[in-house]
């Protein structure tokens, strides 16, 4: 299996994006504390709403799980 260089160079530029995005990103940052928190700046709905997709992910890696397990 070979890849393709359009696909390689794809998968390079969105590292690099990633990368770029994340280290714009991390210099509002000065400690641990800011990066799991968000430096306490959060608005109560944006964690709410987390909460509730961490939560519906979780429930359908699950369920796809026992469903898949009692399919036989």
Do not use: C, K
Request: net charge positive; proline share 3%; hydrophobic share 50%.
């Amino acid at each position: 299996m070979r890849i393709h260089p359009l696909d390689l160079a794809i998968v390079i530029a969105y590292l690099l994006g990633v990368t770029a995005l994340g280290m714009r990103f991390r210099r509002g940052q000065q400690s641990a504390t800011d990066y799991f928190l968000g430096g306490r700046t959060a608005p109560w709905w944006a964690l709410a709403f987390s909460i509730v997709a961490t939560e519906t992910s979780t429930l359908t890696i699950i369920s796809l799980f026992f469903n898949s397990s009692s399919a036989t």
